[in-house]
């Protein structure tokens, strides 16, 4: 018997293995520093777990709505509009369980087989397989840095990957992997270059709460005018350490969001009831219920930077937002006989071997010969995963 010919090219998601291995051999003892999976360290708010706790008691154990209850979906209107400054009705947005299955969904619903949607490198390990899993093309885009090490998104860039089949383009600012946050100055070039194109813009937006030198701005806030190709996708797991409870959301135009419900009425059904209660009031309560673990997660951003820049040989993408330093280890395996062939993933693999180290190798992101370092963890930790990263380096 076959498996369908649609997951024969699929791979499982990278960094939920990897996470999964080095949860397993710390069980088994092994004293391993993980700095592979993007997940805040700290606990979800105590005040978030008692609105769940709360409404379990109060009986909202049944099924919703698909697409979130109406309560859960006035909230992210209302946080859009209050935080963002984006004016969205109930009817255009969707809720669901996790921004994952909202961007699965969403590459469904707007992907015919053989469109090819645009895909920065790098970039977050699910879009490619969602779009495949779509039947579309990942178009993908190989990375360019100015001279302060800052990625860049330009229209130039885009416009060398469009093709007659593009349909769409995936933003994600802040960046997961790279750290990277869009410049006001680079948004306001490529909006002017996008309203000029066709295209499906699925704004990826989950690091917003972790920017660390400018406050977050959504291209549509800057380009209004994009509003009827423009989808804004978030989700409650980043900002207030929400990753296990699975809520995420999107609002797009109505026609988007329809699909999207209509999918999951046929997969995920609904959110939990009682989690819709508990995300509710976190919205309610927007970035500043977060304040303190917000600023935590920028000094750790200053600390891996100091450490990084005591290693030899080692560059890095400029970290401005989210949680994660994307390093460029080109010039360290290009001296390496062993990893010439510019492999992180030997590399890394090697790390974990020698060092107890876990890290996720550029490979998961579409860049062959980079890593990545998630510094969502205690600072000590940090310290000590770096201390064997140059003992690693040096031997
Ligand atoms: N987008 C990006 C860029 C991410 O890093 C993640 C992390 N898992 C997600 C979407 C999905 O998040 P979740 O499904 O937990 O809402
Ligand atoms: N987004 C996180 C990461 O990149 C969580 C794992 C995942 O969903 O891929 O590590």
Redesign the pocket.
């Known amino acids: 018997m076959n498996l369908a010919q649609r997951v024969k090219s699929l791979k499982s998601?990278?960094?939920?293995a990897l996470?999964s291995r080095v949860q397993q051999l710390s069980k088994e003892g092994h004293d391993i520093v993980n700095l592979?999976?993007?997940?805040p360290d700290f606990a979800t708010p105590l005040a978030i777990v008692e609105r769940a706790i709360a409404a379990l008691q109060q009986g909202r154990t049944k099924y919703g709505p698909a697409g979130g209850g109406l309560a859960l979906r006035q909230a992210v209107s209302s946080k859009l509009l209050q935080e963002n400054r984006l004016a969205y009705a109930p009817e255009e947005i969707v809720a669901g369980c996790?921004a994952?299955e909202i961007l699965c969904h969403l590459f469904l619903a707007l992907v015919n087989p053989g469109d090819e949607i645009l895909l920065p490198a790098p970039y977050?390990?699910?879009y490619e397989d969602q779009i495949k899993l779509a039947e579309g093309r990942p178009q993908i885009i190989p990375p360019e840095v100015d001279r302060a090490n800052h990625l860049l998104l330009t229209p130039a860039m885009l416009e060398r990957f469009a093709t007659p089949r593009t349909v769409g383009l995936v933003l994600c600012s802040p960046n997961?992997?790279a750290g990277s946050v869009l410049s006001p100055e680079s948004l306001l070039e490529l909006g002017a270059y996008l309203t000029s194109k066709n295209w499906w813009i699925i704004s990826d937006e989950?690091y917003e709460y972790f920017s660390f030198e400018t406050p977050h701005r959504s291209l549509l806030e800057l380009y209004p005018e994009l509003r009827s190709r423009f989808i804004l996708v978030n989700g409650l797991?980043?900002s207030f350490a929400m990753?296990g409870w699975r809520v995420g959301y999107a609002a797009g135009p109505a026609a988007v969001i329809g699909a999207v419900k209509t999918l999951q009425s046929h997969s995920s059904t609904c959110l939990p009831p009682f989690i819709e209660a508990a995300a509710e009031w976190a919205l309610s309560q927007g970035a500043e219920l977060m304040r303190v673990e917000i600023a935590a997660m920028k000094a750790k951003r200053d600390l891996v930077v100091e450490l990084a820049q005591q290693l030899p040989d080692i560059e890095f993408f400029s970290p401005q937002g989210a949680f994660?330093l994307f390093m460029d280890l080109r010039p360290l395996l290009a001296k390496s006989e062993q990893y010439a062939n510019g492999s992180s993933l030997a590399w890394c693999e090697a790390l974990l071997d020698q060092q107890k180290v876990a890290v996720?190798p550029g490979e998961a992101f579409g860049t062959p010969g980079y890593l990545?370092i998630?510094y969502a963890c205690s600072p000590e930790k940090i310290r000590e995963g770096f201390r064997r990263l140059a003992l690693f380096i040096k031997a």
């Open positions: 998601s990278p960094t939920i996470n592979t999976v993007g997940e996790g994952k977050w390990v699910s997961n992997p989950i797991s980043k990753t994660y996720v990545r998630s």
